[in-house]
């Protein structure tokens, strides 16, 4: 079955501090991949996007994701967390249709 | 990008009742996608729309429960028909990118959040 796989329900990290929101996705073929986010009564917005155009995507708010295809990841980084980063993040990709993670819940502590 | 209205943005309903949610874009589209979200859990597609045809639904959803119409290329409803709690769910629609299907883009609502008493 085709899915994508977030580890970590919940991130905690510092103002400051380095972000890294994981992602695995299974498909036999490198599918389109997506970071959304969700800020607290909002509904998605999109971070980035992955088409395999280049392998490190920047995106929106300074945060970055590196396609790697040996690992099958996606992972999401930010160098340094702002107070205003604390969201629900999803991985998604698509294939047929879009398909979402379960989702990590992003707390940033001054 | 694609402008994006839902409402009601939020409704507190009594079981065996019904509630329709809007979802106008600001720009033509093709098809529009509706999904829910439980609380504390990830987004699952129920159907997608396009216009001039019926929706398409999603294995575990069914029209008798969700109908949907889509009456031109900017607007569409999703019903929640005779409620129970556990429909109590954010309820978001999206459409794809209008300016290019082909970046398999979606851009989202804000979302219906509905609870059911």
């Known amino acids: 079955a085709q899915s994508v796989t977030q580890l970590g329900s919940h991130v905690s990290v510092s103002e400051g501090a380095l972000v890294l929101l994981r992602c695995n996705y299974s498909?036999?073929?490198?599918?389109?991949l997506f970071w959304y986010v969700q800020y607290p009564n909002q509904g998605l917005q999109l971070l980035l996007k992955?088409?395999?155009?280049?392998?490190l995507v920047k995106g929106i708010n300074g945060f970055e994701a590196e396609f790697k295809k040996s690992e099958t990841s996606f992972h999401l980084t930010k160098p340094s967390a702002h107070m205003s980063d604390a969201a629900e993040y999803f991985c998604?990709?698509?294939?047929?249709?879009?398909?979402f993670g379960t989702g990590t819940r992003l707390q940033v502590f001054p | 990008s694609a402008v994006i209205s839902q409402k009601p943005s939020r409704d507190i309903c009594q079981r065996g009742t019904s509630l329709t949610i809007q979802c106008q874009v600001d720009?033509?589209?093709?098809?529009m996608f509706w999904y829910r979200q439980q609380p504390g859990q990830s987004l699952t597609l129920i159907a997608t729309?396009?216009?001039?045809?019926?929706?398409?639904?999603e294995s575990g959803f069914v029209i008798d429960k969700f109908p949907i119409s889509r009456p031109n290329l900017t607007f569409s409803t999703l019903t929640v028909s005779n409620m129970s709690p556990e429909d109590s769910s954010i309820y978001l629609c999206?459409?794809?990118?209008?300016?290019?299907?082909?970046?398999?883009?979606?851009?989202f609502g804000a979302g219906t959040r509905l609870s059911v008493l």
């Open positions: 999206s459409v794809e990118d209008p300016t290019d299907r082909a970046k398999n883009i979606q851009y």
């Open positions: 498909s036999s073929v490198p599918p389109y």
């Open positions: 992955y088409t395999s155009a280049a392998t």
């Open positions: 998604a990709h698509v294939t047929d249709k879009l398909i």
């Open positions: 720009s033509q589209v093709t098809m």
């Open positions: 729309a396009n216009q001039g045809s019926e929706a398409t639904y």
